[in-house]
């Protein structure tokens, strides 16, 4: 085979996801004994690009050939006997089995047929050896373990499997510093193995300085794909920004001077926020934004009275505020509200009427006494459908009927129904048509003229430019970057949410963290 | 030395659940001893194995499901229909004998069997599968024995619910006053029979690849998935097992009482219990944790609260309160992970 024949070759693969496409006509390449990066903003393509190569997805359309042989793998396991090797991002390490049980799982060695837990503890030894974690105890659990030392197990159970693609997606975020040089010495290593690596990170340094190929995708395409070295950082970001604007959105009021209403101070939790400083004032829209798992799911359920172990204070209208949960977060006193971000599992009770969904945050108002007045229930329905104009049949049917966009209207109304000050937003436009996400912009907008306090995390860079005031972005749970009025521009919230200096977002990160 | 002393450490670390049970047990039993009129006596123990082996193998049974993060309803009917088989096929020649136990067997493991094939792919939730093939299980019984009775081989129900004495001296195997068997003449077949078939059987089980995906997949199914194990399989094998272990109850309950009794009531006590002694045995319900071993000594602690009401004189009236009692105490033991939860949304996941 002559030496640059590509390992692992895709022709116009596409996937979509119910109307929505996740990739469109990709064709890449990715040779042996490279380092290859994937670089692309949230939305851009890369977890399907990687699911596809490891089982875990099937194009609609397209060809996968590996060493030149077209392959169609259905599950992980074929992908692996490839030699196709994925390190997840979401672990894939069960829990309440033990360190050794873990990487040997599907093939473990074996004598007389039964697992030979010796052997299997040698080569959980050998292999943690080789990533230089001889302080893991292979009988340990998995479940004892802590995080990055959960991320190098996992990347000892990959290495188990011999792989000639191997692909780390994100796989040295949760790492200590220690590991990360560990796993740069690794990937070396393989190169020299003639193993292909493909590097997916949030880190531009890091990519900066292990890769030796760039790959850049956007809106579900492959965009460019260049030695290293051969466009600047501006230029990648510029490659990385440019997505087609699909909704309008509400005009935005001329900044003014708000009084401040919630006020955020050091607030940190469990190693995933660190430290957040944020004030934000009385009918103010302030977007959270930044690549997926920076802390911000993290700092909206430390608000809302989820999270244990907190530190830092929290403040409403000058009086404290910290919520033992979501029960007292919504209380008189505290007024919050949380669409949270899964409306599927958080968001909505999918076997119930949407009549219950509608009331299930606000029985207080509805009730008499121990007893739900049916009169009030059937009356606050009708104003939440009406409010939000939610398209209903029958307020009696079940949630699951209803389209993703109205299912999220649903989980709106039914916050808004508590009256709360401050309403705190997970992505609520997540996966729902542009109709009704111009509704929810308008909506947004109209609640803030109405006095309400907003905080909106968004993985959609363009709602946050057009639908918030003031726009903070977050990296490694902390806030990098705070934007106002005409520095909210993509590349500005781009080049910040990679954590690396562009001109404006310097400036703007600078003036506020000098 | 050292090293041993560790690994130990850890095992003990990772299974407090176990050894809280085994500690329980351990005292309850020699308390239990010091107060009985004849206690640390042969004949005590080998009553007490006798009424417990039954419990301990439906508990055993049990095990696997609940493990799988499932519950099996119909082991106490798979227990009675095995039950009623014994009594029809256990008797004749020696090899007749032996043939019939194996149907017997085979019995409940072809319905264990079929209750993984309808969980896999049925697409049901274990708890109403079972409930329903419990049912039927209980019809297969009445339909072999409408009335209680039978007749099971008088020789064998002697030699098995004795000492191992008895048991040699019954089929004259050797001289069973030589003097070299009498340090373990003493031991209750039935204490024998369940500790070769928890160790012979689940030991090696839980050693194999689909012994292991039943624990993966009770943990974290997702993961299992992504790290290309045989789910379905261990699906089936986890109910197939459960049958398998809840026929050896029926078998041993023929055994004992020489007769088969397709009695309802008691199918579904037993099917309750030993959901009670799986998780007293450190077993936990949402799957994942646990094992059959510390179901058995679950399934003893139960029956030693119960022998306790021989030789305490409480109000009969009173022994249902204060089993519950001792149950609820027992479980709670169980409940303080929850507090080290640092993101409350984890509770429910």
Known sequence: MPIDDPIVKLTGVSKHFSGTRALEGVDFKCRAGTIHGILGENGAGKSTLIKILSGVLQPDAGSVEVNGEPVRFSNPTQAAASGIVCIFQELSLVPDLSVADNISIATPPRKFGLIDGRAQNRRAEQLLARIKCEDVDPNSLVRELSLSRRQMVEIAKALGKDPKVLILDEATSALTSRDVETVYGLLAELKAQNVASLFISHRMQEIEKLCDTLSVFRNGQHIETFAKGAHSEGEIVKLMIGREVTAHYPPKPPPTEKAEYLKIDRLAWEGQLKGIDLSIGKGEIVGLGGLDGQGQKELLLGLFGVLRGLHGDVAIDGQPCHPASPAQAKSAAMRIALVPEDRKTEGLMLAMSIADNLLAASYDRISDGPFINSDKASQAVAEGISKLQIKVASPDDIVSTLSGGNQQKVVIAKWLMTDPEVILLNDPTRGIDVGTKQEIYKLIRELADRGKTILLYSSDYAELIGCCDRVVVMYDGKIVAKLSGDAISEEAIVAASLNVGTTASTSAAGAHHG | ?349
């Open chain 2, 1 to 349: 030395m050292a090293e041993i002393r560790t690994a130990l450490a850890t095992n003990m670390r990772q299974n407090v659940a176990f050894t809280i049970a085994i500690a329980m047990l351990v005292s309850l039993y020699l308390v239990y001893n010091l107060m009985h009129p004849r206690g640390f006596s042969a004949a005590v123990l080998i009553q007490n194995s006798n009424e417990s082996v039954a419990i301990i193998f439906l508990a055993m049974a049990q095990t696997v499901p609940v493990l799988l993060g499932g519950l099996d309803l119909s082991v106490g009917a798979i227990m009675t229909l095995a039950n009623c088989v014994a009594s029809v096929v256990v008797n004749g020649s020696p090899l007749q004998i032996v043939l019939g136990m194996i149907i017997t067997l085979a019995t409940g493991t072809a319905f264990g069997f079929m209750n993984g094939l309808i969980v896999v792919y049925g697409r049901l939730q274990p708890i109403i599968a079972t409930l329903a093939t419990g049912a039927i299980a209980i019809g297969l019984a009445l339909f072999i024995r409408p009335v209680p009775g039978g007749n099971v081989d008088g020789d064998i129900s002697w030699a098995l619910t004795n000492d191992l004495y008895e048991f040699v001296a019954t089929y004259g195997l050797f001289d069973a006053d030589a003097a070299w068997f009498k340090p373990i003449a003493w031991i209750p077949v039935p204490l024998l029979i369940v500790v070769v078939i928890a160790f012979g059987v689940w030991l090696p089980f839980k050693r194999t690849v689909t012994g292991r995906t039943i624990y993966a997949v009770g943990s974290a199914e997702g993961a299992a998935f992504m790290s290309g194990l045989p789910l379905n399989r261990a699906k089936i094998a986890a109910f197939t097992l459960a049958g398998f272990f809840a026929a050896c109850g029926g078998l041993y309950l023929a055994i004992q009482t020489s007769s088969g009794n397709a009695d309802i009531t008691q199918a579904g006590a037993y099917t309750l219990n030993s959901i009670a002694a799986v998780v007293v045995g450190g077993t936990s319900l949402l799957g994942g944790v646990g094992g059959a071993i510390g179901s058995l000594v679950g399934a003893l602690i139960l029956r030693v609260i119960s022998f306790y009401f021989r030789i305490v004189s409480i109000d009969p009236l009173l022994q249902p309160l204060i089993e519950g009692l001792v149950l609820l105490a027992a479980v709670s033991l169980g409940a303080f992970r929850t507090l080290q939860v640092k993101n409350r949304l984890n509770f429910f996941r």
